[in-house]
């Protein structure tokens, strides 16, 4: 159980495009969705925590007009990053909390995007 | 504040243990293990709660000091499987939705 699934896995987009990633939890309603960011060889850091029907809470320095996220619903949030340029190349990451144990983050397999 | 993982990497041979601390200078609700394997996401390994901990499962296993906002993975007899990176992930407090805060990693190498 507890399985998060995320779409696309890779995705290889031109400058001042806009790429939506879906983030769902398959088998439990997710409580709460979370959005990492990971460049190379270096740690997550967390993007924004979301609950479904209401605003994202952003990290300091995350723009949110860039980082769209909306969760619409216990088993899906999307991130839309827009007019994406070749420095917001990363592997992002969602993890869920929810079902039968409310501590633990549940990650999905991360989407790596790459801009041209 | 981001917590301090040590070592920043290791090296064993298989069937030798290791030690991964971690430690914050902030007072912590919980801390959480992961293990990443290159191009992958991070998998769950454990999560320890406030009141002082520790867990295990296989020849993984975990411990808390809440005093010293500190927790150590205990990794035994390693075999191949453990190589990766391993996070901790830190929680301050009750209302902090969760929130985990991510140490740099302990890339973790074991050799035949």
């Known amino acids: 159980g507890a399985v998060v699934s995320q779409h696309p896995s890779w995705v290889i987009c031109k400058s001042g495009t806009s790429v939506k990633i879906e983030c769902r939890s398959l088998d439990f309603q997710a409580t709460t969705m979370f959005w990492y960011r990971q460049f190379p060889k270096q740690s997550l850091m967390l993007m924004a925590t979301s609950n479904e029907g209401s605003k994202a809470t952003y990290e300091q320095g995350v723009e949110k007009d860039k980082f769209l996220i909306n969760h619409a619903s216990l088993t899906l949030s999307t991130l839309t990053v827009t007019s994406a340029h070749p420095e917001d190349s990363s592997f992002y990451i969602c993890?869920?909390?929810?079902?039968?144990?409310?501590?633990?983050?549940?990650f999905g397999p991360g989407t790596r995007l790459l801009v041209l | 504040q981001q917590p301090v993982q040590s070592p920043q990497a290791v090296i064993l041979r298989e069937g030798e243990d290791a030690v991964i601390n971690c430690s914050s200078s902030?007072?912590?609700?919980?801390v959480h293990w992961y293990r990443q394997k290159h191009g992958e996401a991070p998998v769950f390994l454990m999560i320890?709660?406030?009141?002082?901990e520790q867990k295990g499962h296989d020849k993984i296993s975990a411990s808390f000091n809440e005093k010293k906002q500190q927790s150590s993975l205990y990794l035994t007899a390693s075999q191949l499987s453990y190589s990766g990176t391993y996070f901790c992930g830190t929680e301050s407090g009750v209302g902090s939705q969760g929130n985990l805060i991510f140490g740099k990693g302990t890339k973790l190498s074991v050799k035949p």
């Open positions: 902030k007072a912590l609700y919980s």
């Open positions: 320890l709660l406030k009141g002082g």
């Open positions: 993890s869920a909390t929810g079902g039968t144990s409310l501590d633990t983050q549940y």
